[in-house]
């Protein structure tokens, strides 16, 4: 039995709450029914983990260039469909990012590389199904304070929850959390140095593993004898409604990551990796693009290098 599995789920974000399934609410889910989400046309429905046992199929691959990072998803999808990403790291495994559905098959294979010390969430939509994950693998959940208001289910007894209060958090050496704030206030990307046995291209300039906070566009994977001008990522408030992020909130995204250097981002879907000793270079081009295109021909962010 996985903790939880009877409680309430939305299928449409995935997010779980502590309200038991067989006795669902008359109104909407507060994730989806926040400005950055939606309602579907269909309008609300309910499930569960224990409804859902069954239906999906989760699926993980390994990455082709860094044989320490696995993609993890689930067919069909639970929820909005991101991956999480299990980073191997000297000090213990890491869980990028949580997907809603958790069942046996993925349990024994995430058990078989050593289990998980910790898990880290970018933000309020992929809390989804956390504290059953955090009582299968016995591990805390970190996310961020300021969006502790969005957390839908109250701690258990095997279950842990740490809420980070700082801008820069090192989880364990040379995994940093950093809130960037944008698309929510607290939202996070994952710092990792890469280094350690088995660094591989594409991880010795380090990793950023980005979710949607950094939004990957269809131009930024293609990177051979590209135009200038050409753009890899936007940054919005909400990614299904095109709501765009003002450019002061993109100056201090950039402030946040500028300290970091990484060849590699990892964002919210498998294959939504990008690889290149410019990446870095691309993510302050792509914030310049949207700004000026938004209107600003002069902004604080323009003289950024």
């Known amino acids: 039995m996985i903790e939880g599995e009877d409680l309430l789920l939305c299928p449409t974000c995935g997010t779980q709450f502590d309200v038991p399934a067989d006795n669902p609410p008359s109104g909407y889910c507060r994730i989806c029914d926040d400005p950055r989400q939606y309602i579907p046309a269909t ?25 320490r990072i696995w993609s993890i998803w689930a067919e069909p999808k639970l929820g909005i469909g991101q991956r999480a990403l ?83 958090t090192e989880i364990v050496k040379g995994v940093t959390a950093i809130q960037v704030g944008g698309h929510f206030e ?22 950023l593993f980005i979710a949607d906070t950094f939004v990957n566009v269809p131009s930024g994977f293609y990177r051979k004898d590209r ?19 003002p450019p002061d909130t993109i100056l201090e995204m950039w402030k946040a990551i500028k300290p970091y250097d990484f060849t590699a981002t990892h964002g919210l879907f498998p294959g939504w990796d990008i690889r290149d000793e410019n990446v870095k270079k691309s993510v302050l081009d792509s914030m310049k693009i949207q700004v000026r295109n938004q209107g600003f021909a002069s902004h604080a962010l323009l003289d950024e290098e």
């Open 227 to 245: 135009p200038p001008g050409t753009t890899s990522f936007s940054f919005m408030w909400s990614i299904p409604n095109m709501i765009p992020l």
């Open 43 to 67: 309008g609300q429905t309910w499930t569960s983990l224990k409804a859902e046992a069954g239906k999906h199929e989760t699926k993980w691959k390994q990455d082709e260039q860094d044989k």
């Open 86 to 168: 299990l980073i191997q790291t000297p000090h213990g495994n890491i869980l990028w990012d949580c997907i809603a559905y958790l069942d046996k098959p993925l349990i024994d294979f995430i058990t078989s590389l050593g289990g998980l010390s910790s898990i880290i969430i970018s933000h309020p939509h992929f809390y989804t199904t956390h504290l059953s994950w955090s009582a299968v693998f016995s591990c805390p959940i970190y996310t961020h304070a300021l969006d502790e208001k969005w957390l839908s289910r109250s701690l258990t007894a095997d279950t842990k929850r740490i809420l980070l209060r700082d801008k820069y």
């Open 186 to 207: 607290g939202s996070m990307v994952l710092h990792w140095d890469g280094v350690g046995e088995g660094d591989e291209k594409g991880g010795k300039g380090g990793h």
